[in-house]
């Protein structure tokens, strides 16, 4: 059988760019991935900032274009990208499409350290539940974009595992992103009919393993499947930090599949 298609979905301020050593590597053992940027990111924002319904669109455009050829697809969002990752999914997943006598569609979700919430929560009242010592300090300008003012705390945080100058240098690749983004709240929860799976990264400061944990349990909850888990010990962006046990963690949810 065909592998399926693996989209991977950025977390905030982040563009497919960001995780290029990732994806070259995952293309090398035979996978089809490829990242897509999100209208809430961009480097030079333009008029009103979109929404998490605007990036949820967005992904759901970039999945028909893979089941329209009858492919399978794996959707791999990190961070923030689990919210409009698991509102985009309706009518897209491979059940839903079988059920209209379709070929193709998403098979799984596979959640890098992410924020999901329940339906009626959005990204921004997710984060009010971290703890104070987790909460990055964004500041937001006149038209609604949120920027990272201060690398060196941002890098703390996001980048623990790295050298401070190595986190700060990654950070300043950070474009602008969406302040509205963060208020959207989830209408539906496509993790209910698509099954699951998670890197856990224990040393997550951005989504402190005690809230990774609570959103695998919702998931579990909800779907009434377990979500296969894999922890590894790593920041909030292992792909800068452990990128081979990123490379492993996608190659063998592709293999699963």
């Known amino acids: 059988m065909p592998k399926p298609s693996v989209i991977f979905v950025p977390g905030s301020f982040s563009i497919p760019e960001h995780y290029d050593p990732i994806f070259e590597a995952v293309r090398f053992k035979g996978v089809n991935i490829r990242g897509i940027q999100l209208p809430s990111a961009c480097a030079k924002p333009e008029g009103a900032p979109p929404t998490m319904y605007d990036d949820a669109a967005f ?46 569609g998403i098979i799984r979700l596979a959640y890098l350290t992410c924020l999901v919430p329940p339906v009626g929560k959005s990204a921004g009242e997710m984060l ?38 190595e986190g700060e240098d990654f950070v300043r690749k950070f474009v602008q992103h969406s302040a509205p983004s963060f208020a959207g709240e989830l209408t539906h929860p496509g993790y209910k009919d698509i099954p699951a799976s998670w890197l856990f990264c224990a040393r997550d400061k951005c989504i402190p393993a005690r809230n990774q944990q609570e ?28 990128p081979q046990l990123v490379i492993d963690w996608i190659v063998d949810v592709v293999a699963k599949a």
Do not use: C
């Open 128 to 165: 009010l539940e971290v703890p104070s010592e987790s909460k990055l300090e964004l500041k937001i300008d006149e038209n609604g974009w949120m920027y990272h003012d201060r690398p060196d705390l941002t890098a703390a945080i996001a980048f623990s595992d790295l050298l401070p100058s």
């Open 59 to 104: 992904i759901a455009s970039e999945v028909q274009k893979e089941v329209d050829q009858d492919k399978d697809v794996i959707l791999i969002p990190h961070s923030y990208g689990g919210v409009p990752t698991s509102e985009s999914t309706k009518g897209l997943s491979k059940k839903e499409r079988e059920a209209e006598g379709k070929k193709g």
């Open 215 to 242: 959103a695998i349990g919702l998931i579990e909850r909800v779907s009434g499947r377990r979500v296969d888990v894999t922890r590894i010990e790593a920041d909030h962006v292992p792909n800068a930090s452990q």
